[in-house]
């Protein structure tokens, strides 16, 4: 079975620029941002053979009735769907609804969905059970599949400035944990 990309190449060699439509899926700045190099690298590497255009979802957006079915009707008629989100936390309940949608109501047309975690993140489980998550959507909706999208960082500064505005479940606990009554531990003789 040829895979979605080999399917896109061959209709963009029919034709001088092939129109191909993306759909982003983000639940805040800093993974929009590594969505972003994503999709300008895509870009750089298709241009010649795709005319690409990128519709940019936030999670909140998708709580809105209006706004879900908007979504699914850009991603239902999209080539690539990208699932920008951070590693060991859960998916909301609006991004699997809009998911169900999507799958029901996509074309059968050659696809693929592409799983974006945080390259730096706590993984896991949660990210375990995403990934299965996207296996199952992935063969529901017959595209294929890319959970390890990997790309370099512009600059350290990047990764640091994405990180330092992402509170990961660990720093959650730590910020919550109850202080010792006994009070701090010297440190000296």
């Not at 995403?130 to 063969?139: K, P």
């Amino acid at each position: 079975m040829a895979s979605a990309i080999d399917s896109l190449y061959g209709r963009a060699a029919e034709t001088e620029s092939y129109p191909c439509a993306g759909v982003v899926l983000y639940p805040d700045e800093c993974a929009r941002h590594r969505a972003l190099q994503l999709c300008s690298k895509i870009a750089r590497r298709f241009q010649k053979l795709f005319d690409l255009d990128f519709y940019w979802w936030k999670f909140k957006f998708l709580c809105d009735p209006i706004l879900i079915v908007q979504a699914v009707r850009e991603a239902s008629k999209a080539n690539i769907l990208i699932l920008s989100y951070h590693s060991g936390q859960a998916l909301p309940d609006e991004v699997k609804a809009f998911f169900k949608f999507w799958a029901d109501q996509r074309k059968k047309e050659p696809g693929a969905l592409i799983g974006l975690g945080d390259p730096a993140g706590e993984g896991g489980l949660k990210d375990k059970e995403i990934g299965d998550y996207l296996q199952e959507l992935a063969d529901q909706a017959q595209v294929d599949l890319i959970t390890e999208a990997r790309f370099e960082w512009q600059s350290e500064i990047a990764q640091i400035s994405c990180r330092a505005h992402h509170v990961t479940p660990t720093l959650e606990a730590i910020l919550h944990q109850a202080p010792d009554p006994s009070g701090p531990v010297p440190l000296g003789p």
